[in-house]
């Protein structure tokens, strides 16, 4: 920092002597100073005052931009790389103005602006080495507005601009998912055979043979990763699944049962929920209950929790251990009032209670009833001295 001082300090006496030679270079070295010193008003006097030299004055007007830039004064950044874009067409600094008109903009979420310079500069510099981040940029801006149409479009188009083969796999997986998405499996499979990683490939074109109802050409893609550490859950899962829904239990439980044993999988609480329910559909009840109290004891926060009790409860009473049952649909109703299920549960606690000659218990469950479902309530009624 010293020598930024010193230099500061030789080229004030240089230019306060008012000598002409090398005079605009003196000051340029004088504003860098102050501006690599972060004395950024100081910086913009010095390249203030080297602008109303002409033939540096695009080269003060940028300085300027970058100054204010620093100072995260963007509204008179943008002003500064303007009026080099609006004022002076034969300047160097043009593309690189307006390079960081569309920076600024983009951080600043100035979609419309941004997207104006976006398609200038990709108009003017097309095959610049800026191009591929302009590209990127255009199609976030298109993605964030849901016009997915316009991003696939300039995805494709940095696809093959870029000559960066970890991007183009990252572009393919982006646009393979925006046509899954949109349904449009065909297109999806395309870009599914130009991912370079193979077990992601595989995956996903077994999810789409899934969605064109090619399920055996599906379950051919899942078979060559189902040991994959990445992606061998989800394909364990899909498969199993493709067995589950074709009532094939035994063999959709060889595949299920592994999910699990991939830490940290998203999938072992579904897998388990469709083992108990496999067992289940079999009259294995028993083993149903074990499954479906992994989900219970295991995943706390899982989405399946609610189901999970009730089946616990459900399989209970197939077995005939009817107070077991009823003390999983207790539990159930106090934890999951908002439930799909809470209704039903609370009938059924409702017609054992009555079965049982416990009025007084009956009748709390028919009180919660009529606050959820007055109309199936109303059967009750006659039961109770209630109005």
Known sequence: MKEYTTLIK?????????????????????????????????????YRDLKQYPKVSG?????????????????AAKGAYKYIINNMPGSEFQKDSLYWLINITFQNKEKEECVKYCKEFLKKYKNDEYAEEITSYLAEIYIADNKIGLAVK????????????ELKGNLAKSILKIYFNKKDYNNAMKWAKKVRENSFRKLWMGLIYDKQGKAGYAAAEYRKILNDSQYGDKANYYLGTYYFNNKKYKE????????????????????????????????????????????????????????????????????NEREKGIKIYVEFVDKFVYSKYYPSVLEK????????????????????????????AEKYKEHFNIE
């Open 10 to 46: 030789y080229a004030s006496f240089y230019l306060e002597r008012g000598f002409k030679k090398n005079r605009t270079e003196i000051m340029d070295k004088k504003g860098m100073a102050y501006f690599k010193l972060k004395k950024y008003s100081d910086a913009i006097k010095v």
């Open 252 to 319: 959709a439980r060889k595949y299920l049962d592994k999910v699990p044993d991939f830490k940290m999988s998203e999938y072992s609480d579904d897998a388990y929920l469709k083992i108990g329910l496999s067992y289940e559909a079999e009259a294995q009840f028993q083993r149903a209950i074990s499954s479906f109290l992994k989900i219970k004891l295991m995943y706390e926060k899982s989405i399946y929790q609610d189901i999970a009790h009730l089946k616990i409860a459900e399989n209970y009473e197939k077995l």
């Open 349 to 376: 606690l409702l017609v054992y209670y009555l079965s049982e000659g416990e009025k007084e218990k009956a009748e709390k469950y028919y009180r919660d009833m009529k606050m959820v479902d007055e109309k199936k």
């Open 154 to 165: 300039e995805y494709e188009k940095l696809y093959n601009l870029t000559k960066d083969k």
């Open 59 to 75: 080269y003060a007007y940028f300085m300027l931009g970058e100054i204010y830039y620093n100072q995260k004064d963007y509204t």
